[in-house]
Every structure is written in structure tokens, then in C-alpha cells.
């Protein structure tokens, strides 16, 4: 985004679920309980010796993501002569414990968890509940949004 008008958006095409994936196929265990895991321990390595390091097994799938991350930054600031301040992540492995420290660690800029429940009214009691969510919600918000800006 540069100015309010957004000049670049890119979807990664691996994310989260590839983590869980992972996760299922190198411990042999179901999706579910691969997906708890994921969400338990984040991308944390472990502080129990005896447990499966998951950072390892989600290691290739998180290159990945940082690797075509990485492309999309340098492909805007060659293409604009404009170096990216900022990244906003959004969707559900946005939210893992850790990931955003990594993140941070490898773009190289400020990181920040999208909250499109900002531009949102709600009671205070849900604001806790709505900013952890935020990522995941984002598109579905932003479309939301949209819709009412065409009907309004």
C-alpha cells in the first residue's frame, strides 16, 4: 500500500494447512491431531527434548513461504525503485506462536498482524477475541466491508 492505494497484493501459495500436513505425513498422525499440535506449540521448537521437533518438520514449507515472501519484495522495490517498509500478514498460520518474530527476522522490516476487525464497531468485551482472530478473518472483513460500501 502506498499512499491508500494498494500498488502490489501476492497470495502464497503454501501456508498453514501445508504446515499441518507436514506435520501429519512425518509423525504419522491424523490431521486433527496434527493441527492441534501445530496450534499448541506454534513454530517454536520445543523445550522437551523427547517431543517431535515440529520446527524441523515445518522447516521446508516455512522456507517456502519466506522464500516466495522474499521474491515478491524484491520484484516491487526493483520494479518501483521503493523500498517496503511493511508487511501486514494475514490468514491462520499468521497467528502461530512465533511466526511472527520469524517473520520479522526474515523480511527484515516491521511485521504486523492484519486486524480488520478495526474498521469494525463491536462491544469491548470481544476486542481481545477479535484481534486474535483478525488474521484469519481478514478477507472475509475486507469482502464484507466491500459489499457494504456498494449497498450503502
Do not use: C, W
Not at 21 to 39: Q, T
Request: charged content about 20%; cysteine-free.
Amino acid at each position: 500500500v502506498d499512499r491508500a492505494i494498494l500498488r502490489v497484493s501476492h497470495i502464497v501459495t503454501h501456508g498453514s494447512q501445508d504446515l499441518t500436513l507436514a506435520i501429519s505425513k512425518s509423525l504419522g498422525v491424523s490431521i486433527d491431531e496434527a493441527e492441534s499440535m501445530k496450534r499448541a506449540r506454534g513454530i517454536m521448537p520445543s523445550p522437551d527434548s523427547s517431543a517431535p521437533n515440529l520446527a524441523n518438520i515445518m522447516s521446508t514449507a516455512i522456507d517456502y513461504i519466506f522464500s516466495e515472501a522474499n521474491r515478491v519484495v524484491a520484484n516491487y522495490q526493483k520494479k518501483y525503485n521503493k523500498n517496503i517498509s511493511k508487511a501486514v500478514l494475514t490468514g491462520g498460520g499468521a497467528s502461530l506462536h512465533g511466526f511472527l518474530d520469524l517473520a520479522k527476522k526474515e523480511l527484515q522490516m516491521d511485521v504486523v498482524l492484519a486486524d480488520p476487525f478495526s474498521k469494525v464497531e463491536a462491544p469491548a468485551f470481544l476486542e481481545k477475541v477479535l484481534k486474535q482472530a483478525g488474521p484469519e478473518f481478514a478477507v472475509a472483513v475486507g469482502l464484507a466491508l466491500r459489499k457494504l460500501q456498494e449497498v450503502s
